[in-house]
């Protein structure tokens, strides 16, 4: 796990009370939102939870309704073919002799009984229906059944009757009237002993009877086999039927008794339209009416049964609906609080440099956009400003590099990377001052805004002949312009024939372009040459020596400090070059200070031939300047400075310059070595710091940056950029390295498992310590462990 380098804030000491986020309008409207995208799925759910428990039941009613009516056309039709054997009775020639025979009422015909009775005894196998009928014969008073001839009607009663019919009313209501396809509702009755619920068919014989018949064909349909179709329906759903008649009357039923039925008020239905009616929130009743015999059929369904696959679906719904509402919510308040958090920061933050702190307007995003626009009209405005200032700040750093107003070289690289119009393409070059001859001792306003014009004519003229120098200008006077000429890209030194003449074929040129078109004199002075930018400072200084100079010699438009004579009365230690030798000291750029040394070197015993009192003066100023050093920090701490303050009082001018310039190197050395060495102790220290710290705070899993910056007071971008320095390394590298160090360590001494290992070395995931592990190792954990056991 790589190490947080994202700086903390600092808690604001504003005590003002702050909205919770949680409790902020921007979570509201990010909760409602999130909420109601939640219920348009939801709601979807339910519409099509509803449309299927609509399609179930519409199925499950058409599939019962199809059985219905099913059931009823086969019982029609069985119905129908109980007809036609009755008509085929009344056609039975055999038949028909025997009732049409004269009987005499001593003597039976026997044969032709007989013979009519097998004719007849047949028509039991044709249909289910017809296993128990029997036919009357008026004119023999004998029954014929298909298990033989009663030759008395009472033996028959006897063994087959209504339970509830005495025989003199069955004999006038069955066998005594005309029946013309007439069913009798359902009856008890006994079968040769055995109990059972018949309807029962009557048809006279012959079929056209109306006022005097010659017999009765009886058909019994036992309630079981009428039963037998319709108990598909109660079987599959768990529910009841009821057959009943034009009348009312019970035909056939299953499941229900007739109290129960007739207490349901069921309205008579439609010919050949099925009815759906739901009876007490319960029952689901399906209704129709026979279009044959007038029969209704009834079948009641249990609504939870029907409904069952449509109660399954309603219970997979809500309880997917109720989990999904649940975690919904609970991550919509997750979205709504990461998103919201930032942008009530943002608002916050508007508000309290904004000074709105009192404000609570309705839309935050209105606030967070009017102070945006704002804020970005403000950059702008900004921009434009500094884009107007630009140029002062360019025309002041070439100031302060002329003049040498910079402390050290890193701070004038750091200026001129944010000007960057003022990218210097080398560090060698000249520097030069442009006089306006003329008007020396004259002040008027007139005359300042024509030398403001004059110098505006100069500069121009001086871009155009610019060439291949790269070129920075700035005023110095009223009547005197300041030059910085470096090389470009392609050029390296500044004192080459070639440059030299070109620089000054450059100046004569502009010489004759502002004297022939403006009328401008000017003359013209050149510094001696310089390659570093600290060194600028001194060849602006030649370059004023010049110009100083030039007063002497009129007739001279351009003069080159080299060609200025060198005064042998005066040593030559400037001001400015001493405050950089003091600077170059106080930061150990041992380079820097070798250079500014040698080029005093080089001006006072060189370019000039001193007498031995101006040499005594210009060693007792450099003695002068190491005391100063002594007065500065870090030379005031007495662990720094022990030894340096005995080492200049004891510096002697010597007779051979070249050991006074090697005591005095020695001593500048020194100094230098002192202010290393103190930076690289304290160096050192911060560093043991940092990895002490690491090594004993591993195992946090918050370790960050902040941490350590609070540890061992240092800003953390500080940190950062030491520690790499100084170790080759980045802090988290160095910290997960500790890491798994420690890890391997707890895998060969111990039976913690790799989760308790990852949370013992700081990671907030077995996962995270897995990957880190590998990464570091090459193996992970496991493995590791294996190979070490």
């Known amino acids: 796990m790589k190490l947080m380098l994202n700086p903390r804030r600092h808690a604001s000491t504003n005590h003002k009370p702050k909205i919770k986020p949680i409790h902020s309008p921007i979570f509201r409207s990010f909760l409602i939102s999130y909420v109601l995208i939640l219920i348009i799925p939801m709601l979807t759910g339910f519409i099509s939870y509803y449309v299927s428990a609509g399609i179930i039941k519409s199925s499950s009613l058409e599939a019962s309704t199809m059985l219905l009516n099913q059931s009823k056309d086969v019982l029609d039709r069985r119905m129908e073919e109980v007809e036609n054997i009755t008509r085929q009775l009344s056609l039975d020639q055999e038949l028909n002799y025997v009732l049409n025979e004269q009987v005499d009422t001593d003597s039976y015909n026997v044969y032709a009984l007989w013979k009519s009775w097998r004719n007849t005894a047949a028509y039991s196998l044709t249909n289910t229906f017809l296993e128990d009928f029997y036919i009357y014969l008026n004119n023999y008073h004998a029954v014929f059944t298909p298990s033989g001839v009663f030759v008395r009607p009472d033996d028959f009663f006897d063994l087959y009757h209504y339970q509830n019919v005495e025989p003199k009313q069955w004999k006038e209501q069955i066998l005594g009237k005309i029946h013309r396809r007439e069913t009798l509702p359902l009856q008890p009755y006994n079968n040769n002993g055995k109990k059972t619920n018949v309807i029962t068919y009557l048809q006279s014989i012959p079929f056209d009877s109306f006022q005097h018949s010659l017999g009765t064909v009886v058909i019994l349909i036992d309630e079981s086999e009428i039963v037998k179709m319709l108990e598909r329906i109660p079987q599959q759903y768990g529910g009841w039927a009821y057959i009943s008649d034009k009348d009312g009357n019970a035909i056939a039923r299953i499941g229900i008794d007739d109290t129960q039925f007739h207490a349901l008020n069921i309205p008579e239905p439609n010919l050949n339209q099925p009815s759906s009616t739901l009876v007490a929130d319960k029952t689901l009743l399906i209704s129709s009416r026979s279009a044959y015999n007038g029969w209704t059929y009834v079948v009641g369904l249990p609504k939870s049964v029907v409904m069952q696959q449509s109660a399954f679906i309603a219970k997979v719904t809500w309880t997917i609906t109720a989990s999904t509402l649940l975690l919904g919510i609970v991550a919509a308040l997750l979205f709504a609080y990461r998103n919201s958090a930032p942008i009530n920061r943002i608002v916050t933050v508007f508000r309290e440099q904004t000074g709105q702190g009192g404000y609570r307007g309705k839309n935050a995003f209105d606030f967070l956009q009017g102070n945006i626009s704002n804020l970005l009209a403000s950059q702008r405005s900004l921009e434009e400003e500094l ?97 910085l000429l470096t090389l470009g890209e392609e050029e390296t030194d500044p004192d080459s024939p070639d440059m030299a003449s070109g620089i000054e074929a450059m100046f004569a040129r ?31 200084e030649e370059a004023k020596g010049a110009l100083d100079y030039s007063m002497l010699r009129e007739e001279e438009a351009f003069i080159r400090y080299r060609d200025v004579i060198k005064e042998s009365t005066s040593y030559y230690y400037p001001i400015d070059m001493e405050l950089r030798m003091l600077n170059a000291v106080k930061i150990g750029e041992l380079q820097e200070v070798h250079r500014i040394f040698e080029q005093l070197l080089e001006h006072n015993f060189s370019e000039r031939q001193l007498s031995a009192e101006m040499v005594q003066q210009l060693f007792g100023e450099l003695k002068g300047t190491f005391f100063k050093l002594l007065q500065h920090s870090p030379f005031t701490d007495q662990s720094v400075s022990q030894g340096l303050k005995a080492r200049v009082e004891q510096l002697q001018l010597s007779t051979s310059l070249e050991r006074f310039r090697n005591e005095v190197l020695g001593l500048l050395e020194a100094f230098c070595s002192r202010v290393l060495k103190m930076k690289e102790d304290s160096t050192g220290e911060m560093i043991g710091k940092i990895i002490a710290y ?89 493995i590791y462990r294996k190979t070490v056991n």
């Not at 442009?434 to 005359?447: A, P």
């Not at 403006?518 to 040459?529: E, H, K, M, N």
């Not at 902040?706 to 988290?732: C, D, M, N, R, W």
Request: net charge negative; charged share 30%; proline share 2%.
């Open 694 to 782: 690491l090594d004993n705070h591993y195992s946090d899993a918050d370790m960050n940056l902040y941490k350590i910056s609070l540890a061992v007071e240092l800003p953390e971008k500080s940190i950062s950029q030491l520690f790499k320095e100084q170790t080759g390394e980045h802090v988290s590298d160095y910290l997960e390295k500790i890491r798994i160090k420690n890890a391997t360590d707890y895998l060969f001494n111990s039976e913690h498992t790799i989760d308790e290992i990852s949370q013992y070395v700081g990671y907030n995931s077995a996962h995270a310590f897995r990957r880190a592990f590998k990464r570091v190792s090459g193996v992970s954990p496991s």
């Open 510 to 540: 502009l010489r004759e372009e502002v004297k022939e078109e403006y009328r401008i004199q000017i003359t013209v002075a050149l510094g001696g040459s310089f390659d570093a930018l600290s060194d600028i400072s001194r060849s602006f």
């Open 387 to 483: 884009k107007r200032q630009l140029p002062l700040l360019e025309d002041a750093f070439v100031k302060r590099l002329l003049k040498g107003e910079f402390d050290s070289l890193q701070e004038v690289r750091t200026s001129m990377y944010l000007l960057p119009n003022l990218n210097l393409k080398s560090e060698a070059g000249y520097t030069a001052i442009i006089r306006i001859n003329g008007y020396s001792g004259v002040v008027s306003k007139e005359i300042i805004r024509e030398l403001n014009a004059a110098r505006w004519l100069v500069k121009k003229c001086l871009l155009e002949e610019a060439g291949a120098w790269q070129l920075s200008v700035t005023d110095i006077d009223s009547d005197k312009i300041g030059l």
